[in-house]
């Protein structure tokens, strides 16, 4: 009725207002339009004129706005913590918001189940390759929701590294930008559809005549700064003057990578001078839209994104992933890092560079006696002090445990390494207050050099290592550096420790019996049960190179298990045959 009711205006040759219609396009979409029809008469003729404008985008535009501007102030990042295997062992609120599924759903899943087949098998290529190398990885994944809409998140990933070096978790910061990417595909088909959804996505757009220089900003880019049109002028100049120092070659280098051709996009993370003086992360995109006859660029237009929650995001997981979160230290990748850095710098110049290992003696005893909540104050105690000991140029970190590591390059005599060794044992063994308890600890230390000892990491950690063994078997309470002896002791140390796994099931051990001599009467009636190693190819070893061994793989238990019952079954024979009161003595 509405269509006939048209028709006879048109056919009166009056003009039409606009209405709204629906229209399915050729490959099955629907669209929402706009049309428009007169009537024309042109040399005694009569026609009818329409205008169609397509108002799809602009109507999803509205729709989305009213959510953002609810959601804005409280939108947080997707949080995802799988093992190194990818499954699922946590989700923060804003992931099941995000994805549509309950937290309870996904926990244990594969994170690999939200796949939806459109990312490039190189994308996955190159995460693992980036993690499996201890690497943060970021880029863009396309996911598929509860619902079975896809949608596109660009996902900062990093690895979870122990201070053994060990990753054991992965975890993901995701953000959804399947707006900003219809936004800016948009931007390729229309520029004023293009710019609406970006302003409706919450970014910024800049419009800049590269001729003149004038940069056009929306409100909402000025909105994102605090700043108002009399404090920016629309010049280009104006913004990159409120660009921080820090940044601002790496941004012109970008620019210019993208107008001369070298890059599809300007893309470029930087920070921006607010309004009320602080800084803010943004990311910077867009692209050359008209060129002249010889290609020069003519103008651009991009957006600004404000990407500070991410950036703080990573920076939280930088440093827990470079520094110990109980002293502030670095942790030991970070002095692995470092090391590389030194060592290599040592060798090229010619310098000397030490390294110290420091453990702390007793503090077992302090964390099983007075808890470890009181172990942790001594911890955080002991690193302040090592730390006032030292250079500004020289590393101090946890290297775990009750394990500190002083890195010291560019040394230039032993005595140098000596009065520092001196100056944090004295410190360490000052008395620590904790809390209403007051107790003493020492600290052992060994010192390997570089280039002397050792030219690579791995060597120089391993000798500093065995020099820190026998300071601790000497005495505790000092410092030992390295020599080619103590790594023939360690090697020793280490295939007797191998070769002790076998010495029981071997039938290699053996109870000596020691009579003690009653004498007065001249009788036996005790014994000492004495342990002793016939080794297959070294003879007899000696107790006191194999018994503090035992102890500190822990093979003590069963060697003593197995010698109880030995002198057991000994003194049971004994009493029988010889004397019904004999001991024997363990």
């Not at 703080?312 to 470092?338: C, K, Y």
């Not at 000052?430 to 000892?453: K, M, N, Q, W, Y």
């Not at 194999?546 to 000994?570: C, D, K, N, Y």
Request: proline share 4%; charged share 25%.
């Amino acid at each position: 009725d509405e269509t006939e009711a048209r028709i006879e205006v048109l056919g009166r040759g009056e003009s039409l207002p606009p209405f709204a219609s629906r229209h399915r396009r050729a490959d099955g979409s629907v669209r929402d339009v706009e049309l428009s029809y007169r009537a024309v008469e042109i040399r005694g003729r009569r026609y009818v004129a329409g205008v169609w404008r397509d108002n799809t985008a602009k109507h999803a535009a509205d729709a989305q706005l009213h959510k953002l501007s609810q959601a804005l102030d409280q939108s947080r990042a997707s949080v995802i913590i799988t093992d190194t295997a990818g499954t699922i062992e946590h989700v923060n609120q804003a992931f099941a918001e995000s994805s549509g599924y309950p937290v309870a759903d996904v926990l244990g899943q594969k994170a690999g189940f939200l796949r939806s087949g459109e990312t490039p098998p190189e994308t996955y290529v190159s995460l693992w390759s980036a993690l499996r190398a201890g690497q943060a990885w970021e880029g863009e994944f396309h996911n598929r929701r509860r619902d079975g809409r896809v949608v596109v998140e660009f996902a900062r990933i990093s690895p979870v590294i122990q201070a053994d070096g060990r990753i054991t978790h992965y975890l993901s910061v995701q953000e959804d930008i399947t707006e900003r990417k219809r936004a800016e595909a948009a931007l390729r088909e229309s520029e004023a559809r293009w710019k609406l959804a970006l302003e409706c996505a919450g970014d910024g757009v800049w419009d800049w005549d590269l001729a003149t220089g004038i940069e056009v900003f929306s409100d909402r880019f000025r909105e994102m700064y605090g700043l108002d049109a009399v404090s920016v002028p629309d010049l280009a100049a104006a913004m990159d003057e409120r660009t921080h120092p820090e940044d601002r070659a790496s941004m012109a280098q970008a620019r210019a990578d993208h107008l001369e051709g070298r890059t599809p996009s300007y893309v470029h993370e930087h920070r921006i001078l607010c309004k009320d003086g602080s800084w803010k992360w943004v990311l910077s995109r867009g692209m050359v839209i008209a060129r002249d006859a010889q290609g020069r660029p003519l103008r651009m237009i991009g957006t600004h994104t404000d990407i500070s929650r991410r950036k703080q995001s990573e920076a939280v997981i930088w440093r827990q992933a470079h520094f110990d979160t109980l002293t502030g230290l670095p942790n030991r990748h970070m002095l692995r890092l470092r090391l590389e850095e030194e060592v290599v710098r040592c060798v090229a110049g010619g310098q000397t560079l030490a390294l110290m290992l420091i453990d702390l003696d007793r503090f077992k005893e302090v964390n099983d006696t007075l808890g470890h909540g009181h172990g942790d104050l001594l911890l955080v105690e002991a690193a302040q002090r090592i730390s006032r000991c030292v250079r500004q140029t020289d590393t101090v970190a946890r290297m775990g445990g009750d394990e500190f590591t002083v890195l010291l390059p560019q040394v230039s005599t032993q005595a140098q390494i000596d009065d520092l060794a001196h100056r944090i044992i004295g410190r360490l063994r000052e008395p620590f207050a904790l809390g209403a308890e007051r107790v003493h600890v020492t600290a052992s230390i060994g010192i390997a050099l570089a280039p002397a000892d050792a030219q690579t990491i791995d060597d120089l950690l391993k000798h500093a290592d065995q020099a820190l063994y026998v300071a601790k078997d000497g005495g505790r309470n000092g410092f030992r550096y390295f020599t080619p002896a103590l790594q023939e002791v360690a090697q020793t140390r280490m295939r007797l420790a191998n070769d002790l796994h076998d010495a029981l099931p071997g039938h290699q051990l053996e109870v000596h019996y020691q009579p003690i001599v009653h004498l007065a009467s001249g009788t036996v009636r005790k014994a000492e049960a004495l342990l002793r190693w016939h080794h297959p190819a070294r003879g007899m070893v000696s107790p006191a190179q194999f018994v503090p061994i035992a102890e500190s793989t822990g093979l003590i238990r069963e060697i003593g298990e197995w010698v109880f019952h030995q002198a057991m079954r000994q003194v049971q024979h004994w009493r029988a045959v010889h004397d019904p009161g004999f001991n024997v003595s363990i």
